[in-house]
C-alpha cells in the first residue's frame, strides 16, 4: 500500500501509524530505491539496513542508490534537514517526531524545532518530495498532539495506516 504512495517533487505526505509501520516503510524504502537514487533521514533509528537488503533482494545497485543519515535528539534532526542539500533526489523520513516526544526538552522548544524541521521539509520538497513518516506518542500529551497537528497541517497529504487486524484464534474443542 505504501508503495503506491510515490514522493513526488512539489510536496511530501505524512504517514501516520503505529511503530511497526517501521516495517512497511523499508519495504517501500527497497522499492523506492528501485526507481533512482532515496536519501532516507532517520529520525527514530528505526533503518535497518538488512531488511531494506532482504526486500531489494540483495541487489547492490538498488543499495547503493540509498544514502541514510541519522538523528538521536530534536537538535540533531533540525541540524541534519538544514545540512541535507536541496538536489532532485527524494527524501524519506523515517519517525520525525520520536525524538520530539523527549519530554527532557521544553514543550515550546520542542514546537520552535519542528518549525524549522517543517521549513527545512518544504525547501527539500520542491527538488524532488518526499515521505515522512511518525506515530503517535505512547503516552499522549497536549505538546505531542500539537507537533502532530502542526506537522499534519504542513503535508501536501496526510495518510492514517491502521494496524493490522490480529488474525482469528482457532476455535479450541477442550
Known amino acids: 500500500m505504501i508503495t503506491a504512495i510515490e514522493p513526488k517533487a512539489g510536496s511530501w505526505v505524512l504517514l501516520v501509524g503505529p511503530r511497526n509501520l517501521n516495517s512497511t516503510m523499508l519495504d517501500a524504502i527497497a522499492h523506492f530505491g528501485e526507481g533512482g537514487s532515496l536519501r532516507v533521514l532517520d529520525g527514530g533509528n528505526r533503518f535497518n539496513a538488512y531488511k531494506v537488503a532482504r526486500a531489494a533482494r540483495g541487489r547492490p545497485e ?19 534537514l538544514e545540512s541535507t542539500p536541496s538536489i532532485p533526489v527524494p527524501f524519506v523520513v523515517l519517525d520525525l517526531l520520536s525524538t520530539f516526544y523527549d519530554e527532557s526538552v521544553q514543550g515550546g522548544e520542542r514546537k520552535r524545532l519542528l518549525r524549522a524541521c517543517i521549513v527545512h521539509l518544504k525547501r527539500l520538497e520542491h527538488a524532488a518530495g518526499g515521505v515522512v513518516s511518525v506515530h503517535p506518542p505512547a503516552v499522549p500529551s497536549q505538546t505531542a498532539v500539537e507537533l502532530l497537528c502542526q506537522l499534519q497541517a504542513s503535508a501536501a497529504d496526510t495518510y492514517f495506516i491502521q494496524p493490522a487486524a490480529a488474525a482469528p484464534e482457532p476455535m479450541r474443542l477442550f
Open 62 to 80: 538498488v543499495l547503493n542508490r540509498i544514502t541514510v543519515s541519522r538523528a538521536f535528539t530534536c537538535y540533531q534532526v533540525l541540524s541534519l
